[in-house]
């Protein structure tokens, strides 16, 4: 069993559209990321979060701590949007990080 | 500020042979994460550490592999011998504890054992 799920694995959308990733863990966490991991390899951190929402340019990320969810939404979407998202998530007990397998997002022109 | 810096970009090496993967976590960072990611795995972390610290070392897969931290600004993965499945692409991120909430990657170090 994952601590971490995310769907959906694979995304294609249109430009424009509104987009949207989900993760659920089943671990209590101090904090949560979401990465970026671009065609090429390199990875970005996009947002930390450890309660509520938080607003970057056309992304936005929202977690529940009770539902232990988070989504991360993508306005307006465009072509370079399309990458690897991945949730990680940094558990209270033990100090671990658990990662998703990653949503591979794909925005067609 | 450079960013992340790693070395080498890309290694190819035979199976046995000792690897070392170096990292310059961005000046004034305080905690530095290595992290490997295969297709199989995914992304996973291996160690990390806070003030030059190791704090967790817990994703380590095996003896084979060791992390120091000699000073701030500079850090090494070894793993001696490396086998193929040790291919992978390795990451080296670092962050500003008190200040900052963003992990830094660098480009990554991209390890073949043949």
């Known amino acids: 069993k994952n601590e971490v799920e995310q769907s959906p694995q694979n995304l294609t959308a249109q430009e424009g559209e509104f987009i949207t990733i989900n993760c659920s863990y089943s671990?209590?966490?101090?904090?949560l990321h979401w990465l970026q991991q671009h065609p090429g390899g390199g990875i970005v951190s996009l947002f930390m979060l450890s309660s509520g929402k938080k607003k970057h340019g056309r992304l936005i990320a929202t977690i529940n701590i009770q539902e232990k969810h988070s989504s991360l939404h993508i306005t307006a979407s465009h072509p370079r949007d399309s990458a690897v998202y991945i949730c990680?998530?940094?558990?209270?007990?033990?100090?671990?990080?658990?990662f998703g397998t990653g949503t591979s997002l794909t925005v067609i022109p | 500020d450079a960013g992340v810096i790693q070395s080498p970009r890309h290694e190819v090496t035979e199976m046995g042979q000792e690897v070392t993967l170096r990292c310059k976590p961005i000046?004034?960072?305080?905690?530095l994460f290595w992290y490997r990611q295969t297709m199989m795995r995914g992304l996973e972390l291996l160690i990390y550490?806070?003030?030059?610290?190791?704090?967790?070392d817990s994703g380590m897969p095996e003896d084979r592999f060791s992390a120091k931290m000699p000073n701030a600004s500079f850090s090494t993965l070894k793993i001696q011998p490396s086998e193929p499945r040790d291919s992978a692409v390795y990451f080296c991120a670092s962050r500003e504890v008190l200040t900052g909430n963003t992990i830094y990657f660098g480009e990554g170090s991209w390890l073949t054992v043949v």
């Open positions: 550490f806070n003030n030059n610290v190791p704090i967790d």
């Open positions: 000046s004034g960072h305080n905690s």
């Open positions: 990680a998530v940094y558990s209270n007990t033990g100090n671990q990080f658990y």
């Open positions: 671990v209590g966490i101090s904090a």
